[in-house]
């Protein structure tokens, strides 16, 4: 079974820079799709970056020109770059990614990172 572990939020002053870090582990298999999405307490999760097998992306508009999704193959790790942090970039950040099992490969599946907190304030 693959499992995500997510880490690199923290607090931060507006304006500042953070990277945060997914990190898939198991036994053989790839990924596809990966994406990060946030949740503020008692709104809906929302999708921030997408970043498609064939290296496609999409960003919400508030995040489009600050934060980059990227991916290091070897490392089964996706990222988000995140620069020019603003207070309503405060939220608890989640990877999800689609896994294809080369037991299964007809058979993709979703699994979510443990998620992270991102807090911008001075």
């Known amino acids: 079974q693959v499992q995500l572990v997510e880490s690199g939020g923290g607090l931060v002053p507006p304006g500042g820079s953070l990277r945060l870090s997914c990190a898939a582990s198991?036994?053989?298999?790839?990924?596809?799709?990966m994406a990060w999405y946030r949740q503020v307490p008692g709104k809906q999760r929302e999708l921030v970056a997408v970043?498609?097998?064939?290296?496609?992306?999409n960003y919400a508009d508030s995040v489009k020109g600050r934060f980059t999704i990227f991916r290091d193959n070897a490392k089964n790790t996706v990222y988000l770059q995140m620069n020019s942090l603003k207070p309503e970039d405060t939220a608890i950040y989640f990877c999800?990614?689609?896994?294809?099992?080369?037991?299964?490969?007809?058979?993709?599946?979703?699994?979510w990172g443990q998620g992270t907190q991102v807090t911008v304030s001075s």
């Open positions: 198991g036994n053989s298999f790839r990924l596809n799709v």
């Open positions: 999800e990614v689609e896994v294809i099992s080369y037991s299964a490969p007809l058979s993709p599946y979703h699994i």
């Open positions: 970043l498609g097998s064939g290296g496609t992306t």
